[in-house]
């Protein structure tokens, strides 16, 4: 399975991009997709997820403000983010697993595919 990450880029505060990974080999149902970011020198951070055709689960730091969507016709995932923040500021992952229980769906080891990365930058 491939992740193809994209969207990032330079926005000022308040504003919105929106991600997209496309997956290689999407079965509906047979995923779950999760977006995490990091910054220099910190741990990789969860952001959002997707159980599979399920729940939805946000970082509380997101919460209100990103909505992570599929598009199963496209092999898709996004993530919407909007009234973003300098502190939104980092390099956005996305990643799937194959086997991934609601437990442990904000944890990165969690899953076992994962996209490059991008970026996005939000200046003040």
């Known amino acids: 399975v491939q992740l193809q990450a994209s969207g990032g880029g330079l926005v000022q505060s308040g504003g919105s991009l929106r991600l997209a990974c496309t997956v290689s080999?999407?079965?509906?149902?047979?995923?779950?997709t999760g977006w995490f970011r990091q910054v220099p020198e910190k741990e990789r951070e969860f952001v959002a997820a997707?159980?599979?055709?399920?729940?939805?689960y946000y970082a509380d730091s997101v919460k209100g403000r990103f909505t992570i969507s599929r598009d199963i016709a496209k092999n898709t995932v996004y993530l919407q983010l909007n009234s973003l923040k300098p502190e939104d500021t980092a390099v956005y992952y996305c990643?799937?697993?194959?086997?991934?229980?609601?437990?442990?769906?904000?944890?990165?080891?969690?899953?076992?595919?994962w996209g490059q990365g991008t970026l996005v930058t939000v200046s003040s």
């Open positions: 080999e999407y079965t509906y149902n047979a995923y779950s």
């Open positions: 997707s159980f599979r055709s399920a729940n939805t």
């Open positions: 990643a799937a697993s194959s086997s991934a229980i609601r437990s442990t769906i904000v944890e990165a080891t969690t899953y076992n595919y």
